[in-house]
Structure formats: C-alpha cells, structure tokens
C-alpha cells in the first residue's frame, strides 16, 4: 500500500468520524429529530467523491461505517446502506458551489417558524450575519428529494450560505464541517430571537453582511 493510498484512507475514516459526530450534536442541538436531516462533506484530495448520512437511520443507531461514499451522480462508490434521499440535493450545491466542502440540512423548529411563515430570517444577529453573508431566504415549498429541487433551492441561496425549505428546514453550507454546523446553530439562534423581537415591535434592528466590514466571526 503506498503513502498516498494511506493518506486518502486515514481522511475518510477521519471525515466519516468527524460527520457522525455533528450527526449527534445535531440531536443535542435541538436540530434534529428522528431521522430527519442529513449531512455531508467533499472527500479532501480525492476527486468527485463525497460522504454523506445514509437514509432512514437514526443518528444515535448510526456508526462512522454507515457513512456512504458517492459520486457526483449520486451513486453509490462504497457502503453498505443506501444514501440519504436528499442526495441529490446535495451533489447541486457541490456543482454549483465550489467553495463549498460541507453541508448540513436540519429541521429546527424557529427557522421552520419562518419557513412557514414565509418570512426571511433577518440578520438580528451578528454572528448570523458574518456565517451566512446576509438574510437567510426562503425557498418555496417543493418535495426535496430530486435534482430539480436542488436546482431551484442553489437559485434560491445564490452566494449565500444558508437557505430555509418552506415547511420543510434548513441547509446551511461552508468550507468545513465545523462552519457549516455553526452557521446552523447561529441561523437557528437569529430565527429565534427574531420570532421574540417581533412580538415586541415590527421594526427589529438589522444588520447587513456589506457593512459590517468583517468576514469573521467574533
């Protein structure tokens, strides 16, 4: 087994590891539930390979082997369970979005709230601004496990890097794992502070992405 063999197969054990482990944060979080929401990651150094969570598994039955490798079709490289059904979903943002490496969908109930409402979540909080560049919008309603829908949702999100599925959750994306479950947790965090602030007045103070004049979090 040569070096370079040795390497790509210490970052997928790695990698599938690491996704576990935010599967299960996740469910610490509050973000999920069930078997609702996936997660995935660009295989590092390998070409057109990506991990992601298999469907209908709950997280707290899952191991790091049941982490699927697929290919940008979506077809199965390695595994022995079939990948999440919003799979597609995924491999479109990884066309779309180079800058992407991670991706994280959930189904927390304050961004639900504005997706049902139908409102963006507005950038009341600095940290929510700075991970996803801007107000979080909101995609119209569509069933999500096919590439039309991964298709409309990127037209949604353009450069962003969060997006809310009207009835349905949330998909945040990075350039990391860890990026792109933080930018869950703070989209979370801003939707439920605005549900509150809107109780209080129908003009919260907002913040915009351009001015602020930073690019990292505080």
């Given at each position: 087994m040569t070096g370079e063999a040795t390497a790509v197969e210490f970052d997928l054990a790695t990698a599938k590891q690491e996704i576990l482990d935010y599967c299960l944060r996740s469910m610490?979080?509050?973000?999920?539930?069930?078997?609702?929401g996936n997660i995935s990651v660009r295989v590092p150094g390998v070409e057109d390979r990506f991990l992601i969570t298999p469907t209908d598994l709950?997280?707290?039955?899952?191991?790091?082997?049941?982490?699927?490798?697929?290919?940008?079709?979506?077809?199965?490289?390695?595994?022995?369970?079939?990948?999440?059904?919003?799979?597609?979903?995924?491999?479109?943002?990884?066309?779309?979005?180079?800058?992407?490496?991670?991706?994280?969908?959930?189904?927390?109930?304050?961004?639900?709230?504005?997706?049902?409402?139908?409102?963006?979540?507005?950038?009341?909080?600095?940290?929510?601004?700075?991970?996803t560049k801007g107000d979080v919008p909101i995609m119209p309603f569509e069933l999500s496990n096919n590439s039309a829908f991964g298709e409309h949702m990127c037209d949604v999100m353009g450069d962003l890097n969060a997006v809310v599925?009207?009835?349905?959750?949330?998909?945040?994306?990075?350039?990391?794992?860890?990026?792109?479950?933080?930018?869950?947790?703070?989209?979370?965090?801003?939707?439920k502070v605005q549900a509150y602030a809107r109780a209080l007045t129908d003009t919260p103070i907002v913040l915009e992405y351009g001015k602020l004049g930073i690019t990292s979090a505080l």
């Open positions: 610490e979080y509050g973000l999920n539930f069930n078997t609702q709950e997280y707290d039955r899952m191991t790091a082997d049941d982490i699927v490798l697929v290919n940008g079709n979506s077809e199965v490289v390695e595994g022995r369970l079939g990948p999440s059904s919003e799979v597609t979903v995924h491999m479109a943002v990884y066309k779309r979005r180079p800058d992407v490496n991670a991706i994280v969908h959930s189904e927390p109930i304050f961004s639900n709230v504005w997706g049902v409402v139908g409102t963006p979540i507005l950038g009341t909080l600095v940290n929510m601004v700075i991970y599925w009207a009835n349905h959750g949330l998909l945040t994306v990075g350039p990391n794992l860890r990026d792109a479950f933080k930018t869950s947790v703070a989209v979370e965090s801003a939707a």
